[in-house]
């Protein structure tokens, strides 16, 4: 199946450490999202991104929208223990004919040391 | 929480059988998506329902089916299960099935096949 590739796929952190994170597409994509995943829990939406160019925070978060259309980044500040988890990025499909198919990252594992 | 909601939390059966993941989507929620979360491939879109009508194929093997019903609940059917089909299957719903309608995921059902 197809996957996007996400870097790094893990990093390990001191609390208070910023954090960058970053998603790349062989395929253009029109929406972007960023989602957290907890250990057996089902992904959460963080941000979504709907124009190249754009620049969008949720808090400790921002990410931006590529001017490719290929790529997303995800920035971290000051970074919590409850930040631990799985992030991962997502690209909005309309490939055969669907309109909301996500396409989504390989992860990146976060930890975070008090 | 998301509003979503998916039953058993886990399942435990032998190869050559057959179970049905349950998924009901949040309150005025329209479409229904299923997903498959393994370690080696990743999150991948299985299928798509929008007010009862199937939408968007995915990765979905022709051993698995789905539906969603008039008050659209759905379910995801996997037959002649093998031990691959071992996983983490995530049901998420929007409100309706245009580009910019997010997605919101359960918690999961984790299947094991034995």
């Known amino acids: 199946g197809q996957q996007l590739n996400q870097s790094p796929q893990s990093m390990f952190i001191q609390e208070g450490e910023d954090v960058s994170m970053n998603c790349t597409s062989s395929s253009i994509f029109n929406t972007w999202l960023w989602y957290k995943q907890d250990p057996g829990e089902g992904p959460v939406l963080l941000i979504a991104l709907y124009k190249a160019g754009e620049l969008t925070s949720n808090g400790r978060l921002t990410a931006q929208f590529g001017i490719t259309r290929k790529d997303s980044f995800l920035n971290i500040s000051a970074s919590i223990p409850s930040d631990v988890g799985i992030y991962f990025c997502?690209?909005?499909?309309?490939?055969?004919?669907?309109?909301?198919?996500?396409?989504f990252g390989t992860g990146t594992l976060l930890a975070v040391q008090p | 929480d998301s509003g979503v909601t998916q039953t058993p939390k886990h399942l435990i059966t032998a190869t050559g059988q057959r179970v049905t993941l349950r998924c009901s989507p949040r309150?005025?929620?329209?479409?229904v998506y299923w997903y498959q979360q393994s370690l080696d491939q990743g999150l991948q879109f299985l299928i798509q329902?929008?007010?009862?009508?199937?939408?968007a194929k995915g990765n979905i093997l022709e051993r698995f089916s789905a539906q969603q019903f008039p008050d659209l609940h759905s379910e995801l059917n996997l037959s002649s299960l093998e031990l691959g089909d071992s996983a983490l299957y995530f049901c998420a719903s929007s409100h309706r099935d245009r580009a910019w309608d997010e997605q919101y995921f359960g918690p999961g059902t984790r299947l094991t096949v034995t």
């Open positions: 997502a690209g909005r499909s309309t490939l055969g004919g669907a309109t909301n198919k996500l396409i």
């Open positions: 329902y929008y007010n009862g009508e199937e939408r």
């Open positions: 309150s005025g929620d329209l479409s």
